[in-house]
Each structure stands twice: as structure tokens, then as C-alpha cells.
């Protein structure tokens, strides 16, 4: 198997809301759009955010009313304090503080209008757990 892209898909009530979220706050650019349909792409995530609307006829019966909950949109950062004032500066409710988990892990999340939890991370030089002794 070749893998040519990658893309996780969400299903959502308002892929117009989470696709201006993402679009508006972190920098994602529409690459292509329908009713029901947006995909989401930034040159250096290496993958696709697409939002699909619930209930969609294209969905299978069994995942059209779907949401998109107890997943965690998870990107990796360069300065996570900046990301953090930044946003703050532009008036996105912070849901989980900027937290420090005892492997090196400092994270915090915001939601975009439909409730998908977006958390920016950063590993801050601390991962020494990973290297062998």
C-alpha cells in the first residue's frame, strides 16, 4: 500500500462554522467546498481537515448522525505561549488551560463552534523519556 494524503473527516451540524473557525484562527485555507462540504488544508499540517454536515444521503446509514465527539484535533506548535496570547487576543474562549503533563506534554484546547476540541501542543525539549538509556 501507497498512501498518497491523508485527512481526518468530522462530521458536524455546521461545516461552514468549524471550516471559518479553522480558516479564521489557525490558518487552514478552503481547498474545496459543497453543500454539506468543506476540506481544509495548511501546506506544512501534512494532512486535510474535512468537515462533513450530519445527516448527509453520502454517509452511511449508520454514521449520518454521527457527531464528532471524544476526538481531540490535535496540533503540534513551535511557541505555544504565543499561540495561547494570540488567541486569547482574538477573543477564543480557552476550554483547558495551558497544562503540563509529567512526560513533557504542554497543551491547551479551545472548541470551534461545533464542539470539536482543537488542542495546540508542544513537547518542550522534555521528552528525554524516549530516549534509551
Known amino acids: 500500500m501507497r498512501v498518497t494524503s491523508t485527512a481526518v473527516s468530522l462530521n458536524v451540524d455546521d461545516p461552514e462554522a468549524s471550516s471559518a473557525f479553522l480558516t479564521e484562527h489557525f490558518g ?29 444521503a453520502t454517509l452511511p446509514t449508520d454514521q449520518r448522525s454521527d457527531h464528532a465527539r471524544g476526538l481531540i484535533l490535535a496540533f503540534a506548535v513551535d511557541d505555544l ?15 483547558m488551560p495551558l497544562t503540563e503533563e509529567e512526560w513533557g506534554e504542554r497543551a491547551f484546547q479551545v472548541r ?3 464542539g470539536v476540541i482543537i488542542q495546540l501542543v508542544d513537547w518542550n525539549g522534555r521528552h528525554t523519556w524516549l530516549t534509551r538509556s
Open 112 to 114: 470551534d463552534p461545533n
Open 81 to 95: 505561549e504565543g499561540e495561547l496570547a494570540r488567541l486569547s487576543s482574538e477573543r477564543v474562549t480557552i476550554t
Open 28 to 56: 487552514f485555507r478552503r481547498e474545496m467546498a459543497a453543500d454539506g462540504f468543506a476540506s481544509l488544508t495548511r501546506e506544512d499540517v501534512g494532512m486535510n481537515v474535512v468537515f462533513l454536515r450530519r445527516g448527509l
